[in-house]
């Protein structure tokens, strides 16, 4: 990865595994600082020593996006140990799965609580700083297919993941006059922790997998790149976008 990023500062929320570890690696091997914030202790110690490995600095903070002070506090850490964030990856996101009629309040809340409230909390203090200290920055967000395609016994996390393409559009054109620009990142199948079982279930094999134009599964490093252009000046007039990497599964 050439070194486009030194001097740059990125956090990637849910960077300590999945495609939030690919776009942190990528971003410190183009010469970033990064903070990865993630709510499992032993997963976070791992990212630091694999990420420190490119002899950028690199900070690891416990975090729960869902808690609006956690968020206020990790953000005031970062800031304490790295000086400023050019870039933030609001990543951090879980799954689930029930019959809608069946999907209780509990379960409804459950996932929106870190994947729409988490977005929301994650991205207001980032763009709160990036205006405060003037000069601009990068805002994005990991949405989804889900949120442009039908997805059965989801319809929790398919809502959370259109809203952030919707709260994405509304802060590309609200900050674009402080130079901050905001993008969303639809992911199509791709292999992480999260889906492993999914994927190892037949009917994935059978059925998904053939509709993939470039037949593989995606990769967390798949996102390596796309995190180096959005942390770049490159994508200085990029904003208010939803970028699909899903190895052309939803255009087939």
Not at 123 to 137: C, D, I
Request: hydrophobic share 45%.
């Amino acid at each position: 990865m050439p070194r486009k990023l030194d001097g740059k500062i990125a956090v990637i929320t849910g960077g300590n595994s999945g495609i939030g570890l690919g776009m942190a690696d990528a971003l410190a091997q183009a010469g970033a600082d990064v903070c990865v914030w993630g709510s499992n202790a032993d997963k976070n110690a791992s990212a630091r020593a694999t990420l420190s490995a490119h002899g950028t600095r690199v900070v690891a903070l416990a975090c729960d996006v869902g808690d609006e002070a956690a968020v206020e506090r990790a953000f005031a850490a970062t800031l304490a140990e790295l000086g400023r964030v050019d870039a933030c990856f609001a990543n951090a996101g879980i799954g689930g799965a029930a019959p809608f009629v069946d999907m209780t309040a509990d379960e409804w809340h459950r996932v929106l609580r870190i994947n729409l409230d988490g977005v929301f909390f994650t991205l207001r203090a980032a763009a709160r700083h990036m205006v405060e200290r003037g000069g601009g920055g990068s805002l994005a967000v990991t949405s989804s297919l889900a949120a442009i395609e039908g997805q059965a016994r989801g319809q929790h996390y398919a809502a959370t993941k259109g809203a952030v393409i919707s709260m994405i559009r509304a802060l590309a054109v609200e900050h674009a006059r402080y130079g901050i620009r905001a993008n969303a990142i639809l992911p199509g199948w791709i292999e992480t922790p999260m889906t492993d079982r999914l994927f190892a279930w037949e009917p994935m094999q059978k059925k998904v997998f053939p509709r993939i134009p470039i037949r593989r599964w995606g990769e967390a490093r798949d996102f390596g790149g796309l995190a180096v252009y959005l942390a770049s000046d490159a994508s200085s007039y990029h904003t208010g976008d939803t970028l699909v990497v899903d190895g052309g599964y939803s255009i087939f």
